[in-house]
Each structure stands twice: as C-alpha cells, then as structure tokens.
C-alpha cells in the first residue's frame, strides 16, 4: 500500500495503572529500559480540530520492537479514547510505521477510505494516527521517516541492548537531552 508496508517497528498500548504496566513489561517480557514522561501535554489535530491532549508516556524496547504506554488524563475525545474507553486497559491501541514519503503513506490511507483521526509533531518530526480501527481492529500512526525519528528510536534501541535491568524507569528528559547533544 505504501512504502514501509509490513515494517510495524512499533506497539502501543493504553493502561490505566501506569507504573504497573512499566513494570509488568520489565518483569514479564524484559522490555526496557522506558524513558517516561508524565503529564506531557500536546496541542495535536483531532478529527479535523484542534484539541489538547494530557497523557503519561513511556517508550522502550522489547527485542526488535519499540513499545509505547500511554495512559490518558485528557477529559475531551482523543484518539486513544477512541478505542479504548477509560477504565478499560490495558489494551492494545495501534501499529507504528516509519513512512519514507509521509505524504503518500497518508495518501494512500485516505485513498482507501481511512480517516485522519490524529496529527501532529513529536520534536521536529510530524505523525499521523488513521482510524484503521474497523479494518485490522487498532489504529495506525505514522511518522515521517526523520534522522530526528530514527536517532530517538536508535538510542531506545541501544540502550536496551544487553540491558541489565538497573534503572528501568528513566526521564524522558534524558533521552532528549541526549538528542539535542
């Protein structure tokens, strides 16, 4: 369909009980270590309007794939609550991809009959979520393929590589501070 078809490099999940899932990822799948940011809070592009959202967010990694907990505060719809209702997780919430030709990826989506259910930027680097929900039964986000996007990811990667299981919730500061070094 697009040109990183097949190449999922990420899951996500909606909890509710935030530092239980952390930890149950490290203790059950020994994902880690997480780089964690609570109360972060974008302005993002919800079904075609401006919204705001506030949401505790932890990346790491488990082997080959990057594994996202978000767990929601945000009162008004967003597309996490979209699919999976407060009160509900923890539940798996979409596929991650990195689109080479963002615009096309997205293109290709809307072509098919999928909506836009979510945009906005991470840093530097835009995402998009589309309401695959009724085709494949979660979302699918995109990012554009950045070398802003892919050393984050590396770094993730790296650190979880021969990880020793010491610090397994670390600040998302820290990992941003190592970005703009």
């Known amino acids: ?19 239980g899932a952390i930890e149950n990822w ?43 907990l978000i767990k929601v505060h945000s009162q008004n719809p967003t597309v996490y609550t979209d699919t999976v209702p407060k009160g509900s997780g923890p539940r798996f919430h979409h596929n991650g991809y990195l689109a080479k030709d ?13 909506q836009i259910a979510m945009k ?11 309401d695959t929900f009724d085709a494949i039964g979660c ?4 990012h554009e393929d950045t070398a802003e996007i892919r050393a984050m990811f590396k770094y993730i990667a790296d650190a979880a590589s ?10 998302m500061s820290e990992l941003l501070a190592w970005m703009r070094a």
């Open 1 to 19: 369909m697009f040109d990183g078809a097949g190449k999922i490099f990420q899951n996500a999940y909606i909890v509710d009980d935030f530092d």
């Open 26 to 68: 490290v203790k059950l799948e020994g994902a880690g270590p997480f780089f964690v940011h609570r109360g972060l809070q974008l302005e993002i592009e919800y079904r075609g309007g401006p919204a705001p959202i506030d949401i505790d967010l932890a990346i790491g990694q488990a082997g080959p794939v990057h594994i996202e």
């Open 102 to 114: 963002f615009e096309a990826a997205i293109t290709a989506y809307r072509n098919a009959g999928f």
């Open 120 to 130: 906005g930027t991470f840093g530097q680097t835009p995402f998009v979520y589309v």
């Open 139 to 142: 979302m699918t986000e995109f």
């Open 162 to 171: 021969g990880w020793d299981g010491s610090r397994p919730e670390r600040p």
